[in-house]
């Protein structure tokens, strides 16, 4: 489990490309020695990126963004083999 604040301080400099406000991560692996020489591993984790207010001045030819995240999860999978040799 790990928490970290916002990288952006105001919604005007946040970009709808990575909306991320604070984040709460909740993580759960593990790891199996098949053998010796080889390790097999999984885990999963889940990132809670926050609200994620977006507050953007588009110009003359593009408008404004204006907008929050109100549903803002990342799934992370990953799956690893370690070979010892």
């Known amino acids: 489990m790990a928490y970290d604040t916002s990288p ?8 709808p490309v990575l909306p991320l406000d604070r984040q709460i991560r909740y993580a759960l692996g ?5 053998n010796e020489n080889i390790t097999l591993g999984c885990a999963y984790e889940i ?3 926050g609200k994620a207010r977006v507050d953007k001045e588009g110009g003359t030819f593009r408008g404004n963004l204006k907008g929050e995240y109100d549903t803002n999860y990342i799934n992370l999978f990953n799956m690893n083999i370690i070979w010892k040799f």
Not at 8 to 15: E, G, L, P, T, V
Request: glycine letters at 0%.
């Open 8 to 15: 952006i301080k105001h919604a005007r400099d946040r970009s």
């Open 30 to 34: 593990l790891q199996y020695d098949l």
């Open 47 to 49: 990132l809670d990126a």
